[in-house]
């Protein structure tokens, strides 16, 4: 097993230019296979939301919900690199509630850090997180919790204007002491301008090639998400329609009576057996 990394080795990856791998994982079984598979980090994403429980968006997840998903995670990847997502209004309201719920991820669920979304008008939340000792990844671009201000699941930096603020956001969570930075669908010349310039970590989800790692949504990468598959995402299986046949095989077995075969049964020693069918002959013939 490999050595879990630490905020340093994310820096070092950057400066010798080695690519950080990255996924959600909501569970503890995908958090074991993540870790098996030797992946550097792992989000614990509110897109656990639409993923996990059927929401139309992000913007219902709780604090609680995330907080366990989180601990199931950490419990299936000890070894693993892991970040909690702060949930819709966890942060929104004052620097010392965004605080205090950024110190339960570590508190509850023993995360290495926490992200959270916007640049510019988040800085002070994420000084005052820094200054509580806790790692911050800052989240620019689309930031799905904004949804609405920006016109819904729209690429964001298209237009020179655009672009000029996605920069300006990034290089405002640097200075705020942001730790490490994910860009999310936005123009790769904007991506490797930003990568270029901060010294922290920059990441890309739907964002180009141009940065330190890629992150996506486990649920996409698998194939398990069905309502829609953005344009940025390879899928590497596909495991919906191998479970929706497998399912499909076992109810066509049940109810032609070919399962359970008599491998899955558990049957009684042949005394044991003997004995059981004598009593049940006599409570039979003894039934008034």
């Given at each position: ?28 079984p ?15 994403g509110d ?14 997840v ?10 199931a ?12 997502d ?6 929104q309201?004052?620097d ?21 979304e ?6 002070s ?27 819904g699941?729209?690429?964001?930096g ?33 991506t ?6 901060l ?13 330190d ?27 919906a ?6 399912m ?25 057996k ?15």
């Amino acid at each position: 097993m490999a050595k879990k990394k630490a905020i340093h080795d994310f820096y070092q990856m950057k400066k010798s230019k080695e690519k950080v791998t990255w996924l959600t994982s909501y569970d503890f079984p995908t958090a074991q296979f993540a870790q098996k598979a030797g992946l550097d980090m792992i989000l614990v994403g509110d897109s656990l939301g639409m993923c996990v429980y059927g929401y139309k968006g992000t913007i219902p997840v709780t604090m609680d919900q995330c907080i366990l998903h989180c601990d199931a995670v950490r419990r299936g990847a000890p070894d693993t690199f892991i970040v909690g997502d702060m949930p819709f209004m966890s942060y929104q309201i004052s620097d010392s509630k965004a605080v205090y719920n950024a110190g339960r991820f570590l508190k509850e669920a023993d995360m290495d850090a926490i992200k959270l979304e916007g640049g510019t008008r988040v800085v002070s939340r994420i000084k005052a997180i820094v200054n509580a000792g806790i790692l911050v990844v800052a989240h620019i671009g689309l930031t799905p919790q904004s949804t609405g201000i920006l016109g819904g699941h729209k690429v964001q930096g298209r237009t020179a204007r655009e672009a000029e603020l996605v920069v300006e956001d990034a290089l405002a969570i640097q200075a705020a002491g942001a730790h490490m930075l994910l860009v999310e669908a936005v123009p790769p010349e904007v991506t490797g301008y930003i990568a270029q310039t901060l010294s922290i970590p920059v990441f890309s989800i739907g964002a180009g090639k141009e940065c330190d790692g890629q992150l996506l949504i486990v649920s996409d990468l698998i194939g398990q998400f069905q309502a829609f598959t953005p344009r940025f995402v390879k899928k590497y299986c596909d495991v919906a329609t191998i479970i929706t046949d497998a399912m499909k095989a076992y109810c066509k077995d049940v109810r032609k009576g070919n399962f359970p075969e008599e491998q899955h049964c558990y049957h009684m020693p042949e005394e044991e057996k003997q004995i059981f069918l004598t009593r049940i002959q006599d409570r039979t013939n003894h039934r008034p």
